[in-house]
């Protein structure tokens, strides 16, 4: 099925511990994302990229690290996982004008 | 500063009412704008998009939108609502010029009774 898929889907990390959460897509799309879901606060731009190549913080990027790999992948890294990183994270992806495609989500929990 | 608002946290509705959910902006100018649904444990589906012409817009599941310039608006609604329904709505806006980066209300949740 086309789509965006995202590896894993559940985690559950010690503080300091690191981690690279993968996504990949199969719509030929040129921009792919990275969010955080957290109850209350809606949807935050992690980090973003516009195409293969090219990488842009987003509004909330620190204590993470990005790779756009190919035009497929789109990694997201925590070098050193804190508490405050607990959340639900999404990956998407978009063409021009085409709205996002999310994936399922992981849900990551630092203890 | 750019925002999206949703100005309603949570909304209870009837099985067969109708269902408005709000969406407020404040961008300098007319952005694109969407809305998503997601259901529990899952990712976030598209319902309806705008980018420009007819200012009401239809959607996925028996939605629409109206997008209000001079409100600066983009309303969600459904006629009649089903169970079905119940999740969590978010409304979307973008930039030609920021590169379509969406930024997102913080959600309304719909519970549907019986």
């Known amino acids: 099925n086309a789509g965006v898929t995202q590896t894993p889907k559940f985690q559950v990390l010690k503080t300091g511990q690191s981690m690279t959460l993968q996504c990949a897509q199969d719509?030929?799309?040129?921009?792919m994302y990275w969010y955080r879901q957290d109850p209350g606060m809606g949807l935050r731009l992690i980090y973003y990229s516009a195409s293969e190549g090219t990488t842009d913080k987003g509004e909330v990027p620190n204590g993470y690290n990005v790779s756009r790999l190919n035009k497929r992948e789109f990694s997201l890294r925590l070098e050193s996982a804190a508490p405050s990183q607990t959340s639900v994270y999404f990956c998407?992806?978009?063409?021009?004008?085409?709205?996002?495609?999310f994936g399922s989500g992981t849900r990551l929990t630092v203890v | 500063a750019q925002s999206v608002t949703q100005p309603d946290i949570h909304i209870t509705v009837s099985e067969g009412a109708s269902l408005e959910l709000r969406c407020n902006y404040s961008?300098?100018?007319?952005?694109?704008l969407f809305w998503y649904v997601q259901s529990p444990g899952q990712g976030l589906q598209l319902l309806l998009k705008y980018f420009s012409g007819d200012t009401l817009v239809q959607g996925i599941k028996g939605f629409e939108a109206e997008f209000k310039r001079s409100q600066s608006s983009f309303n969600l609604r459904k006629p009649s609502v089903h169970w079905s329904d119940a999740a969590e709505y978010f409304c979307a806006v973008g930039l030609r010029s920021n590169d379509y980066k969406l930024s997102f209300g913080a959600g309304t949740t719909v519970t549907v009774r019986a």
């Open positions: 998407a992806s978009s063409g021009e004008r085409s709205g996002y495609t």
């Open positions: 719509m030929n799309h040129n921009s």
């Open positions: 961008y300098g100018a007319t952005p694109y």
